[in-house]
């Protein structure tokens, strides 16, 4: 893709994706398999910044156009993501002692036929076809969208993250968002917060973290090495004359806490009912062993998803309403002066 002659801040962070986007399309379209050719490229993390800006940009302007853009990165995002949920299992449980084959088995032929609904979406929505139509047809969009100038467009950045932290508190509070579903209580909740993270790294320097000498005591128990040292928690870097949106790096830690900390026990329960969906599936066990078959089997997940959903759910809770953590990092979103 080519930038118009006119040099727009919002127009130009999708170019910068898709053009990490395009070649991989292009990889996968010259290969004898281009579904798993995609999965194992970095596919996967550019469409959730295409996402991103495609949900912060239907909030600022052109909705429709924008709104189609995000679901079309979805679907293909998202089958990524199928691939890879039935991928990372069977890497791990072909590394497990004693792991049943025939439940393997079961996991190989769920991740073949993921890599087929893989490659129908390539197919049917045109991102591989010989004009790579799906990519044209987003560029004239792009191109001949209503953009934003610079400052605008920043003020625009700065209320979509906002906008998400307060949506994602209020689904919380008005019980939208509950823990009694792993998939879409749990994970729906990671979702979401995560968009606050994908965000600010969607948006190519835009947004920089602060760092504070003394940080609040509250944000104190979410500071851990692991957390401090992620490569999530390290912006693009700013680009000359550009003007910052700034948020303070305790509070944004604290958020990348509580997504790492729900992922792993979200992954914990999803564990759990992979093996018990594999063992109903090809009936290694009976019904009324399912369960004790699980637990023998699901040995890096040492609770229930009950207990999970419960753990989650007072996590959240501290974070949320004790240590009003979500209103603390809404204040301290500001454009720099």
């Given at each position: 893709m080519e930038n118009p002659e006119q040099l727009i801040p919002g127009y130009n962070r999708f170019v910068l994706h898709l053009n990490k986007f395009e070649p991989l399309l292009k990889s996968a379209a010259q290969s004898e398999d281009p579904a798993k050719t995609l999965y194992e490229s970095s596919a996967r993390q550019v469409l959730f910044y295409l996402?991103?800006?495609?949900?912060?940009?239907?909030?600022?302007?052109?909705?429709?156009?924008?709104?189609?853009?995000?679901?079309?990165?979805?679907?293909?995002?998202d089958q990524l993501g199928k691939v890879d949920y039935y991928d990372a299992f069977i890497k791990e449980f072909s590394a497990q002692k004693n792991f049943p084959p025939v439940l393997l088995e079961n996991l190989k032929q769920h991740f073949s036929n993921e890599l087929i609904a893989l490659k129908k979406i390539l197919d049917d929505q045109q991102w591989i076809d010989a004009d790579f139509s799906a990519l044209k047809y987003i560029s004239e969009k792009l191109e001949s969208a209503d953009?934003?100038?610079?400052?605008?467009?920043?003020?625009?950045?700065?209320d979509a993250i906002i906008l998400q932290i307060e949506k994602t508190a209020s689904d919380y509070e008005s019980g939208k968002l509950n823990f009694k579903d792993?998939?879409?209580g749990v994970h729906e909740f990671r979702r979401q917060l995560r968009?606050?993270?994908?965000?600010?790294?969607?948006?190519?320097?835009?947004?920089?973290?602060?760092?504070?000498?003394?940080?609040?005591?509250?944000?104190?128990?979410?500071?851990?090495?692991?957390?401090l040292e992620s490569k999530f928690n390290v912006m693009p870097e700013l680009k000359e004359g550009m003007v910052q949106i700034i948020i303070e790096a305790p509070n944004f830690y604290a958020l990348s806490w509580i997504i790492n900390?729900?992922?792993?026990?979200?992954?914990d329960g999803l564990r759990i009912i992979c093996i018990e969906n594999a063992i109903r599936e090809t009936k290694y066990g009976p019904e009324s062993e399912v369960k004790k078959i699980t637990k023998q089997l699901a040995i890096k997940s040492s609770e229930s998803p009950g207990q999970i959903k419960k753990r989650v759910e007072i996590i959240v809770d501290y974070f949320i309403n004790t240590?009003?953590?979500?209103?603390?990092?809404?204040?301290?979103?500001?454009?720099?002066e």
């Open positions: 996402q991103a800006l495609a949900r912060i940009y239907k909030k600022i302007h052109n909705k429709k156009r924008f709104e189609r853009m995000r679901i079309a990165f979805k679907a293909l995002e953009w934003k100038d610079a400052a605008n467009d920043r003020r625009g950045v700065a792993l998939e879409n968009w606050i993270s994908i965000y600010a790294q969607a948006v190519d320097g835009l947004v920089q973290l602060k760092k504070i000498d003394e940080p609040a005591a509250e944000l104190k128990p979410y500071l851990t090495k692991e957390v900390e729900i992922g792993n026990l979200k992954d240590n009003k953590l979500f209103k603390l990092i809404v204040s301290i979103v500001k454009i720099e």
